[in-house]
């Protein structure tokens, strides 16, 4: 998560992936909402920089990335599942 430190971090991947499990209608752990909101966000703002050459900044901005990111994470594992 660019900007944020390592407490920063683990709130916004667990908000992020707290939000994301209620967009997505899933049930998951605290440290999994955490896992995902974290790698989520990290993935997204690699795709974001790759594509778009910036990501977004701050708290806000990475919360946003991250439930992007956890909610594609959790859609993917989904997809994995049913094949």
Known sequence: MEGLGWLAAI???ALAGWIAEKIMKS???LILNIVLGIIGAL???F???TLLGATLGGWIGQLIVGVLGAC???ALGRMLRRA
Do not use: K
């Open 11 to 13: 709130i916004v991947g």
């Open 27 to 29: 049930d998951h752990s």
């Open 43 to 45: 993935v997204m703002n």
């Open 47 to 49: 795709l974001l920089v």
């Open 72 to 74: 594609t994470l959790i």
